[in-house]
């Protein structure tokens, strides 16, 4: 038995232990509660903008034997609980919710109101309660001066033995005024994120002065709240930044994601724009499809375009708008759910394009008039063409009509099927080695090179890494132009993957419900430990991320001295084969499941002479090179021994996170 295994049968044993504790002291507590006449409602679970999301794990606050639930973001596209396929649909992944026996389940805007919601009595009750709970009468706490636990409730029926030492109460006053500030902190931030995001700044400069200021690479993060403000006033925007007006005189816009909010997704958009025509695409089935459908219906202007999911256990994840002014078209390529909290304490990559004007009356019917050298408008016209619906049409009929010939990022993007041919080429990895012999850099300059990985989501990728990852993965990563040199496999010095280990969860600003967006499950990981052997830390502290958990997906390749990257990808696109393919039948055909979108950044397309983009802190001298902006720190932080990477699916009960809870998923 190797060290995660052991590790990870630890784990179990402990929840299962703390499990039977629970289930305990929810029975006394049940049974107390009756007693009083106190109802406790097993209403279902909703997120902080009154979204209904699966019932996935128990957040427990400040105790062990305190249950707390907490829904989070869930980008479960790429998560795997099935030994045939590596993504499975968003159904297979819902557990089982909690015991009907526990008390009402907090969404995250209010678990930090209250460690436990108290339930409601009268006034004559609540006297009788305190008087009924002095210090002689209470009855000692099982877990004493390890109990977690601070809510009122808790403390008024239990007694602690430090409970009444000057040290405790200075200790309690002092929790209860921080808890209070960051409560009301929480709630001003989130109640002002839809108009201002997290910026004082962003009332000063608007998102076209940010844009400027970016160009001419125009990548951008979200702004983060509960970060310094100096990282949120350069190079990022929030989402009613990018659909504000001094971004144009809007007509109409079409939004391709994962997961929409509806309801939160309209006040993003200023009012004066809140009527105008909007198309959302969507790959929702079934109850998920009703429910968008429902939703839609109180808003006569959006109608809904359903992406054709022809490859089982596939789903639609490309995250992309499309915004036609009066005067041209913008295209936004990203990396953020359509939902609040994607958009609050995250890091979400933002490829923002110019203004493209409208062509002229005699060049507007050619649908290759108005190109760039790197293909942009043709391939994104291909792109919304593979979705084969009429709802589309309009918008490839736009594309056409406008001039794109400054777009300088190639589109590598995905769509569900088996590619032959010269479509084998043209999506998924297949689209990332051509262009990178076409355009890449050469194969002397970046033999050294090792491919940056940088997901939020691990599918299963295999029992050996030559089977997939370092095999053709990696092969179209380190592709070069010209003549290639011999690819070798198996060499992990050539690759390197940047993922949240789980103290990178725990200690991020949202905590443990972080690790709701980062799904790697324990069974897809005890099939692949050679992944571990690849990992890096995640850590931002030059864009002041380094607490917002990642839900970007990156891929680069780094110099060995960290100074230059031939090339920069922001993707859609995690870790998997569902969302880059799997190369079938002697090589001879490319199976994708999954739509995805990204954008890649070549540097002669910027600098025509330029070999490479200058990152960190060393630059070349001899060669004039623009820089970029990495939305992680090099040089990179290899895990250490102690290190592992973030399982969403096992307890966390060692260490409390930033907000003192614990990570208790329910059983399967």
Known sequence: MDADEAFARQLQQQFEKEERSLQQQEDKDLAMALSMGHAISDSEEEDSDGRESPSMFRSLTKSKNTNSNASASQDISDSDDTDVEEDAPPEKHKMKSPSKKTPSKLSPSKKQEKDEDMPSTSKGDTGKRKASSSKDEKPMCQYGSECFRRNKWHLEEFRHPEEDTPVSKKRKIESSKKRTTEDNARQSTSSSSSSSSSSSSSSVRSCTDVIQEASPLCFLMTKVSGISSQYNSTKAVHISDILSECMGELVESVQFN??????????????????KPLLLVHGEQREGKMRLHEEANAYPHIKLCQAKLEMMY???????MLLLYTNGMRVVIHTANLIHQDWHQKSQGVWISPLFPKLSGSTEGSSIAGDSPSHFKSDLMEYLAAYKSKSLLDWIAHIK???????????????????????????????????????????KDVSNWPVIAQFSSVGSLGPDKSKWLCAEFLQSMTATKGASAS???????????????????????????????????????MKQKYFNTFLQQW?????????????????????PDSSSIPWFLVTSSNLSKAAWGALEKNASQLMIRSYEIGVLFLPQHFEPESKFFAVGEQTSSSDKQLEFPLPWDVPLVPYTKEDRPWIWDIPYFDKPDSHGNVWAPPPL
């Open 487 to 525: 690819f070798v496999r198996d060499d992990n010095r050539m690759l390197k993957l940047i993922f949240p280990s789980r103290d990178n969860i725990r200690t991020s600003l949202e905590g443990y419900p972080a690790g709701g967006s980062v799904p790697y499950s324990i069974k897809t990981a």
């Open 539 to 559: 850590k931002a502290s030059k864009r002041g991320r380094s607490r917002a958990s990642p839900h970007i997906k990156t891929y680069s390749r780094l110099s």
């Open 401 to 443: 009509r406008h001039d794109m010939s400054n777009a300088k990022v190639h589109i590598i993007g995905s769509v569900p099927g088996r590619h032959i041919g010269e479509a084998k080429s043209k999506w998924g990895h297949m689209k990332m080695r051509r262009i990178l012999k076409e355009h890449g850099p050469v194969s």
């Open 258 to 275: 994962y997961m929409h909010d509806i309801s939160w997704l309209v006040q993003q958009y200023p009012k004066k724009f809140r009527s």
């Open 314 to 320: 596939g789903t639609h994840h490309s995250k992309m």
